[in-house]
């Protein structure tokens, strides 16, 4: 189980024989476990080996160890490493020295972890009220104008109790279950707002280019308590406001541009990865997009607006659990890169499937599944991280990583199918200053990281410099998402013209010398009209058949529940009687009446107001066709409200093809 004891493993003082083992001879799989979290002997001794590796720059073992199997195992190690996952220290392993920040760091808190009796002091959180200062120290903001988001920076830490209910781990941890209430005092926690709130404000102050977003402050929460030393009850603001500085710069910047519509590129990704990984999760999240009913079917803009809170805040806002959001972070420092975190979701998508579609009640093995059919609304709330993760064991998320992590290796994400229509044209070809296409690129060594942070090093300067500065970064960003957001306003608007073209019932006639080409060329455009209609209703009426007639294993029907496949009973004869009765209609009486058209438009053509009567029998037909389907339909729902086979209410406002499938499903025989 994961302690979040920042105590040092290495500083117990009986460990059996075998954690003095070489720890090559061992493997770099030994600590990878597929299925269960560590053991606490092989905690600590991944400890042990992270500590050797950090202390002789080993940073490919390091890589290797925080995306493995209980990430960096505490907060000690990682105030140390994710510094040169980050690349903060950037020389770590072309010396054999620790970087001089951190020796000094270290020796300053050697000198200060000995209290009056020589002895350690160590913070014990108890039921009695204790001050908020153990995690935090003043951190003075540097003397800078004021940033535009401050207020609302104040606004969102005064409400948000996320860093709070961090805390309260550690409490939970010494086992006790009282809420932080019971264990600060309310001027602790204005105490501690407050420094979170300063920590922020002073990166927005060096940067003022940069626009804050709301969940931002969950991140620099999840900063601030691993930076906390709970030995010294001090906090290291310098190395604090390093790792912030670097994670919001390198990896964070395309949510932080003026345009949101960035940020919704990167979510886009979500179901573009799973249109190769797994086809199933792709359609559900496609036919029940709000994007895919606009478009009627035609068109997918990939938006998947339900992750937004768990991408834009690392998962520090939706998962409970503080060392899982902290797994998660050093599985995201090890790759270098703010995609791991599509990835993650993903993953966590495919490991529930099973659960999803069975809440859904859709049949994994159904290959006639009809997604319109399902409440789009319960759909977005079951792909959403409320409830997504809202259970999530150490044991899921350890598999949700390895599937993650065979993932990004399997899938680049630039490699994938349909790239030339989505992610190149996202990233590649309108967004090319993108975190994902510079600054946050997945890395697989340490070289590759100094590489990269050595490259955009400038980047990380509040002062003019020669070559081009932060703010001169985000404001071509701002412009690259504008042109992109023009050039995808322009494709839907153009789709949405030809649907409305292909809806139309008939053209608007005009009298004109060439009276008789307008005349024909409208006949053909009705003729299409009309075509599509059949075929429509043919494809309505396949669909009713296949889901009527569809005898499914009824092991997987649960009963009361509209989505499932009703077997072919004797009971349910009138729900076949009355779809073909309805169908059969419909379709007589296109075909009598379309006689009687053709026969009326021979006679018009040879007419010299052929415009007017074409035009006369047309409203006429409509408004026939209306009267009759009309009255068919009311008579139809009045015996069906008033017979006892019918228990789900009909609306007769609600009528429509689509509707009168929903509707039909939703009888209870």
Known sequence: MFSIDTSNALSHSSHPDWVSMDIDKLGKSFYNSDEQPLSEPIRNLKAKTLEEAYSRNDIETLIEYSKSTDGLINNELRSKIWPVLLGIHSDFSENNTVPPSVSSSLSSSMTKSVDSTGLTSKLKLQSDKVSASFLLDDLDVVDLPPHKDEEQVKLDIQRSFTILSHIQSYHQLEGNNESYTAIFSKSDVDELKKKLSTLIIRILRKYPSLHYYQGFHDIASIVLIVCHDRDLNTIDEELAFNIL?????????????????????????????????????????????????????????????????????????????????????????????????????????????????????????DEYCDYHEIDRDLVHTQISPTNLFKSTTDTDLLKILNIARSLIKKYPIDTLENSNETYSVWFEKFNPHSVLMTTSTVCWSGKEIRDKVSEYKYLLSDKETSSLDLAGWIQIQDEEICKQTIYTNEIEQEILREQEILASSASEYQSNDSGSISLSSSLSSLSSTSSAVNAKLISTSSILFKKLLFKPDDSKVEEGKPNGHLPLYLRNVYKISFTIGFIGFILHFLLSKNNRFHDAVSKMLTSSNAVVSIKHEVSTLGNLLSTEISNAVSGTFRYLAESDVVTHSVSIGQVGLGNLRNNVYGFNG
């Open 245 to 365: 500085e670097y994670f919001t710069i390198y990896h964070l910047r395309d949510f932080m541009i003026a345009d949101i519509s960035l940020s919704v590129n990167h979510l886009s990704l979500i179901p573009y990865i799973l249109e190769t990984v797994d086809h199933d999760l792709f359609e559900l999240i496609k036919q029940t997009s709000n994007g895919f009913f606009l478009f009627n079917g035609t068109h997918f803009d990939y938006k998947f607006y339900q992750g937004l809170s768990s991408i834009l805040t690392v998962f520090s806002h939706d998962l409970g659990s503080l060392q899982q959001i902290l797994i998660i972070w050093d599985f995201m420092f090890s790759y270098n890169s703010v995609l791991t975190n599509i990835y993650v979701y993903v993953s966590a998508l495919v490991y529930f499937k099973e659960d999803i579609f069975q809440y859904l009640n859709i049949p994994l093995d």
